[in-house]
């Protein structure tokens, strides 16, 4: 195998690599067999390969090679037969595009087929036959069959043989298409008395290796003598029609004459070469000569045809000549668009002139019939241009912006040059993928928000709203709040975003009087990668609330000295005679204050400014006035619910200071008097009230517990197991009292005439069973006193059944009223506790 590399490389201004490559190989080789390292001869990664998606472009349906992108090689796909795919036509080349993506690039590659020799000559005609007369000339030209050979070059048609050689040798004329006239020439007399039939053998031989041929026979009937033979009157006629004429169309007309008279004289006509069908697309009328279309002429495929016609008499003469029938070009074929290759998505910050389209335009006409020019339509950031001949690129223009348009509808349209134009078109659709390229854009400037102060801890004030022009995961704004410090202290204390709703909550109860407003920063940041933001200002103005009363700064209210002011029995009409100062920490209306007098020892003497809380006399001071005079102001707000102070204003009418101090010293022991006694009064109440509650429940308790004791031993059928007191003795003796007695304790108030009773051993009539002993029952007795024991100690023991509560309370009642000084009340505590016992 013969293998040829050409490279070169051409670097065009949209950035896209165009090279091309030539490799030479013989046809009929044999599927999967190597054809050439496009990988090392374009200085192509194999990766490269692999990632941009290489792929073979061929512009029609078939494909003779593949690429391995595994390897970066071209190899055979399917067989490739010279004569099938370029028929005569030399050089024969495969045409193909390599096309790879991201970023696109296109090498041309072209794989030139050379011929081998597997075809051998051969006639389209089994035989040939003539009638010539044996009056023939020395010299008589007789023209044979052309033989076919498909292969071409060396491996063509060479050379024609004739055999026997005794009558008639051969003659080549050359072509200028290249090919030989065959003309056999009369180098002998023929004699029809001697020989009337004669049988050659023309071969036509190739010059392949090996050597192929083929034959064709010729049959020679000899005539009587015909003198003159047919001569034309051009050797070679020209003549033009235009491709597609309708069938009949007269091509041209020949004329051959003949100076024999009667049926030596008459002429026929007959087209002789039989190959590019010329019989199937023309025909000659055998008595006039002329040359009509039978058939469909197209200027792409053949532009000209040699027809070789013959005119023969009846008595054998012949002559021959040439006609060359030139096909002209009409507009008869559509642009043919072929997308190569192209981008359905492309991010919207792509470089300008980068290559998303690469077209190829397949117009087979000629001259200005097969000059196409593509466009495109307008307002659109495209451009599209042509980069080599056939090939248009489709590159992007000016920046494409995804917000503006996502999408792209692209018509191309190619138009060729011929009258009339014909075009075809083809839409592109192209979408635009997005990029974080738009931050977040807030709806205003600045922001502010109102709120009502003592406002509940998460509270929603107001929301903050941004728009992303992006899309989806870089269009997802998420919102934070920007660190910062109001009044030395962190904002987050004040308020918190929501990260995704953008609603700013109030983190706890603001205060008008200690925060009026206050600012900070909330920043919009989207998803994308790398993220964008914007921020925006929010002020937070607090609203006052009517939350706190006046306060009263003049007259000062104090509990230990008593202030008043004094008014001269000569005072006029309007004396002024005090202030009320009072001030509010709200704001607005909630602050604005007015006075009124709300008591009086006397409402006919004084009044109070509603607005500046000046204590002014309204009549004339008399002697009958008293002397001390109690006024109560009282001071409000504006606010919705208002709220007030009172303040207590003493006036003393009198003309001297001692008059005063004597007066206002009464009064002052009183106040002092009559608040000690409302105190103790109220105390005295709430401890009675407690001990009678806390008897109650003591006695309910008691009543409660013996009456489930009772139930309890009513509905019990156990037997009875005497409970023993913890200093009785076992039966063995073991204890430190052996005997034990009962005895009660009488006791009364006065220790004097306390009684103690004893009674008989108890061991006398108790049977002590133990469960160790071996013996079944003892009887314990012993007559020895306890007086004798002094040791022993006394226990104390109660009746069965006795209610000892009214002993003890009386006791601590008695105890209670000789040192308390609320005899009374405990006395109806008492009374009131043995009545419900």
């Known amino acids: 195998m013969r293998r040829q590399v050409l490279l070169f490389i051409l670097i065009l201004y949209f950035s896209s690599v165009i090279g091309q490559v030539s490799y030479s190989i013989p046809e009929e080789k044999p599927t999967g067999s190597f054809v050439g390292d496009i990988a090392q001869d374009l200085g192509l990664d194999v990766k490269r390969l692999k990632s941009g998606k290489a792929r073979i472009y061929t512009g029609d349906s078939a494909e003779h090679i593949e690429l391995n992108k595994e390897r970066g090689v071209l190899l055979v796909k399917d067989r490739i037969d010279r004569e099938v795919i370029c028929a005569r036509t030399l050089p024969c080349a495969l045409h193909l595009q390599v096309i790879l993506e991201n970023p696109m690039e296109f090498y041309s590659i072209t794989v030139e087929v050379t011929d081998i020799n597997d075809n051998a000559p051969i006639f389209k005609r089994g035989e040939m036959k003539f009638r010539i007369s044996e009056s023939a000339v020395t010299g008589a030209v007789f023209l044979l069959q052309q033989a076919i050979d498909l292969d071409v070059g060396v491996n063509g048609l060479q050379s024609y043989l004739l055999k026997p050689t005794d009558n008639f040798v051969l003659r080549l004329q050359n072509q200028a298409d290249g090919s030989k006239m065959v003309e056999m020439v009369l180098q002998k007399p023929l004699d029809r008395e001697k ?89 000659i009328n055998r008595e006039t000569g002329e040359v009509t279309l039978t058939g469909n002429t197209d200027f792409e495929k053949k532009r000209q045809y040699q027809i070789h016609v013959q005119a023969s008499d009846e008595g054998g003469l012949t002559d021959s000549c040439k006609i060359i029938v030139e096909i002209t070009d009409t507009n008869d074929n559509t642009p043919v668009i072929n997308v190569m290759s192209k981008s359905s998505a492309i991010k919207e910050d792509i470089q300008s002139g980068t290559v998303v389209t690469m077209i190829n335009i397949q117009d087979p006409d000629a001259g200005k019939n097969g000059k196409v020019q593509c466009f495109i339509n307008e307002n659109i950031p495209f451009a599209i241009s042509s980069t080599s001949n056939n090939f248009f690129s489709l590159t992007t223009g000016n920046e494409l912006d995804r917000e503006i348009a996502s999408e792209y509808n692209i018509t191309v349209t190619c138009s060729d040059e011929g009258v009339p134009s014909l075009s075809s078109s083809v839409t592109l659709t192209l979408q635009i993928s997005d990029v974080n390229d738009n931050a977040p854009v807030f709806e205003r400037s600045s922001y502010e928000a109102y709120i009502v102060e003592n406002n509940t801890p998460g509270l929603s004030i107001f929301t903050v709203k941004a728009r992303d022009a992006d899309w989806n995961q870089n269009a997802r704004v998420s919102y934070i709040l920007e660190d910062s410090s109001v009044n030395g202290v962190p904002v987050s204390s004040y308020v918190s975003v929501s990260a995704d709703s953008g609603v700013i909550h109030a983190v706890h109860s603001f205060d008008y009087e200690q925060i009026k407003d206050f600012h900070f920063r909330v920043k919009a940041q989207d998803g994308g990668s790398p993220p964008l933001s914007s921020n925006v200002t929010v002020k937070i103005l607090i609203q006052d609330q009517n939350d706190n009363p006046p306060q009263v700064l003049y007259p000062v209210q104090t509990g230990g000295s008593l202030v008043a002011e004094m008014v001269p029995r000569s005072a006029d009409v309007g004396y002024l005679v005090t202030k009320v100062v009072a001030v509010d920490v709200d704001s607005g209306q909630n ?26 006399t309204i009549r004339q001071v008399t002697d009958k006035d008293a002397v001390k005079q109690r006024l109560s102001v009282i001071v409000e707000d504006n606010g919705q619910p208002s709220r007030s102070a009172t303040v207590i204003v003493n006036v003393a009418v009198a003309d001297s200071f001692p008059e005063v101090l004597s007066e206002f010293t009464d009064f002052t022991h009183d106040k002092e008097y009559n608040d000690n006694l409302t105190f103790y009064l109220v105390l005295a109440l709430a401890v009675v009230s407690f001990l ?23 509905h019990s059928n156990l037997p009875v197991i005497p409970y023993y007191p913890p200093r009785y003795s076992d039966t063995l003796g073991t204890g430190t009292l052996q005997h034990v ?38 009887r314990i007795q012993n007559e020895k006193s306890i007086l004798d024991e002094p040791d022993s100690p006394l226990e104390v023991c109660f009746p069965d059944g006795a209610d000892f509560s009214p002993l003890l309370f009386s006791g601590l009642f008695l105890f209670t009223l000789q040192h308390s000084v609320l005899t009374p009340f405990f006395v109806v505590s008492a009374v009131t506790f043995f009545s419900t016992i």
């Open 195 to 283: 020989l009337n039939h004669l049988s050659l053998i023309l071969t036509a031989v190739d010059g392949g290796e090996p050597q192929l041929s083929g034959t064709v026979q010729i049959n020679i009937n000899v005539l009587d003598s015909n003198d003159n033979a047919p001569v034309f009157s051009q050797k070679i006629y020209k003549s033009t029609i235009r491709e597609n004429s309708p069938t009949g169309t007269q091509v041209v007309i020949v004329s051959a004459s003949d100076l024999d008279e009667g049926s030596n004289g008459k002429v026929s006509y007959d087209i002789l070469n039989l190959l590019d069908n010329v019989s199937e697309l023309f025909e």
């Open 591 to 616: 602050a604005w204050l007015s006075y009124k007098l709300q008591k009086a020892t006397d409402r006919a003497l004084f009044e109070v400014g509603l607005q500046n809380g000046e204590i002014r």
């Open 692 to 714: 009678f509650i806390t008897c109650l429940v003591v006695i309910i308790s008691v009543k409660i517990y013996r009456w489930r004791q009772s139930r309890i031993l009513y």
């Open 741 to 778: 007695y009962n005895y009660e304790v009488c006791r009364t108030t006065d220790s004097r005439k306390s009684d103690c009773k004893f009674g008989r051993a108890g061991s006398q009539n108790v049977l002590i069973m133990d469960p160790s002993s071996t013996g079944t029952m003892q």
